[in-house]
T-cell receptor, first 114, second 109 residues
Framework: KAGVTQTPRYLIKTRGQQVTLSCSPISGHRSVSWYQQTPGQGLQFLFEYFSETQRNKGNFPGRFSGRQFSNSRSEMNVSTLELGDSALYLC?????????????FGQGTRLTVV | AQRVTQPEKLLSVFKGAPVELKCNYSYSGSPELFWYVQYSRQRLQLLLRHISRESIKGFTADLNKGETSFHLKKPFAQEEDSAMYYCALRTGGGNKLTFGTGTQLKVEL
């Protein structure tokens, strides 16, 4: 079974630009979550999508947005990039049903804003 | 609001010594707690979850609701246990995880 795939693996963008990151979940998983990982703040939850609807949202500004397609693939977009947006962005997919559901993580996309 | 605290950024032990990675949580509801591990150059992966009360790679963790803790323990550390360990709390509906800041475990020979 293929794991969670994130593309691209690395990105360098200029302040003020926008960026789109992609995540393909494990086949059959309908829940996709996004996290930002930085040395200072650790892992912080951005949002979760389930069946094309945002189900949970973290405390990030509106510049961070996402969407999910009918095949469960998800994208997140960051507009008007700031230097502080430099981070590793992780995507996780989960099956539905069990109370102690495991999250399966991708390798992440390393975003550098210059 | 929910919160997960891992007080140690780095824990260094000798091979064969006992290990305890601390995790405390703050949540008014019924908690679902997990330990995730990230080995060098690998993706973040589940180590264990409190509901199944399992032992994985010799690690165990017991949920103590009175002390709001979910410490990770192993009686004898191995070199391959060196990794970054994250305690995580799942709350509400859905799969939102609140992570602690992580503890880097270093097992020395």
């Amino acid at each position: 079974k293929a794991g969670v795939t994130q593309t691209p693996r690395y990105l360098i963008k200029t302040r003020g630009q926008q960026v789109t990151l992609s995540c393909s979940p494990i086949s059959g998983h309908r829940s996709v979550s996004w996290y930002q990982q930085t040395p200072g703040q650790g892992l912080q939850f951005l949002f979760e999508y389930f069946s094309e609807t945002q189900r949970n949202k973290g405390n990030f500004p509106g510049r961070f947005s996402g969407r999910q397609f009918s095949n469960s693939r998800s994208e997140m977009n960051v507009s008007t990039l700031e230097l502080g947006d430099s981070a590793l962005y992780l995507c996780a997919s989960s099956p539905e049903g069990a109370r102690d559901t495991e999250a399966f993580f991708g390798q992440g996309t390393r975003l550098t804003v210059v | 609001a929910q919160r997960v605290t891992q007080p140690e950024k780095l824990l260094s032990v000798f091979k064969g010594a006992p290990v305890e990675l601390k995790c405390n949580y703050s949540y008014s509801g019924s908690p679902e707690l997990f330990w995730y591990v990230q080995y060098s150059r690998q993706r973040l992966q589940l180590l264990l979850r409190h509901i199944s009360r399992e032992s994985i790679k010799g690690f165990t963790a017991d949920l103590n609701k009175g002390e709001t803790s979910f410490h990770l323990k192993k009686p004898f550390a191995q070199e391959e246990d060196s990794a970054m360990y994250y305690c995580a709390l799942r709350t509400g509906g859905g799969n939102k995880l609140t992570f602690g800041t992580g503890t880097q475990l270093k097992v020395e020979l």
